[in-house]
């Protein structure tokens, strides 16, 4: 939407690094996600399920460490720092989906395949 643009271009204005290597973060956590979407296609047309977990997880672990160093890159802290506010989060967001699930809000295969995003 324009408001979102706006909010981009304003963001960009007041702080170019930071936005650049936020965009850098991004754009690498968006290639990661199409691998791993590459990777799940073909083993699932192999019909490896192992070889799509392996693969996912794999990802998944690349884009956690991408991530925490996008985040002390962009914050000006250490990685360890990052890594330490990274993973409550990441592990709240789950326990959050989990309690949907437990709720009855969030089907069982869709907390399962968000699990594995």
Known sequence: SADAVALAARAALRDRAGFAALLKAFLALSLFTLLADAWGAAAALAGAPRAYAAGEY????????????????????????????????????????????????????????????
Request: proline share 5%; charged share 10%.
């Open 58 to 117: 794999f990802f998944s672990f690349l884009s956690l460490v991408w991530l925490v160093r996008a985040a002390a890159a962009l914050r000006g802290v250490s990685a360890p720092r990052a890594f330490a506010a990274a993973v409550p989060a990441l592990l709240g967001a789950a326990a959050f989906a989990f309690s949907l699930t437990v709720l009855g809000l969030l089907p069982a295969d869709l907390f399962r395949a968000a699990l594995l995003m």
